[in-house]
């Protein structure tokens, strides 16, 4: 099938929430989604933006059932290693069900890597749902490995009110 692989723009947004949204459906949290089309836009699409982002594309007389050109998509951003120096983030990688198993999302992930490299990036990290087991093997598939069972390394978060209260020093 053909499809194309190119820099996510403004007028994506609408596709990607609704990709994100479907994404979070899969991880079974569709509830934790908090971002909205106009978030995206803003952050994604102004000056000095917090993430970048591709899509998978197919033309139109591949559509989705829903009418969906767009079907797939990931989003970066670049991160600093203390001991290695410039990293690439993925924070998404999404391809829709039915385009599935037709190099699309090894191509949004090459891509990814391309653009790391080409930013002089010595890795790239993401994480996965320890459940979600084909996409665990689809990228040691790729050649990555896990840094949580090789090396130990938990992924933290602190939000909401505990953020708040750190911020203020009055924990
Ligand atoms: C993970 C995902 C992005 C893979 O995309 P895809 O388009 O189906 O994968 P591809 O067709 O590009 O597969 C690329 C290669 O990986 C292999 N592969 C794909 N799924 C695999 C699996 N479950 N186990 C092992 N290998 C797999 C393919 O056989 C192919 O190998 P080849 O290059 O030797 O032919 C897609 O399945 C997806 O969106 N899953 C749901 C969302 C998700 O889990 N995202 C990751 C969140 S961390």
Redesign the pocket.
Known sequence: MDFTIRAATLEDCKDISRMILE?AE?EKVPDQVKITQRDLEQDGFSKNPFFHGIIAEVPEHHKSREGHTKVGYSLYFYTYSSWKGRAVYMED???MPEF????????LMSKVSQLGLAAGCTQLN?T?LDW?K??L??YL?QGCWDVTSDLGYHCMRCEGDALEHLAQGDL
């Open positions: 994404l899969y990688l999404y391809v599935r198993g037709k190099g699309i999302g090894k191509a993401f996965v979600n084909s996409s093997d689809f598939k």
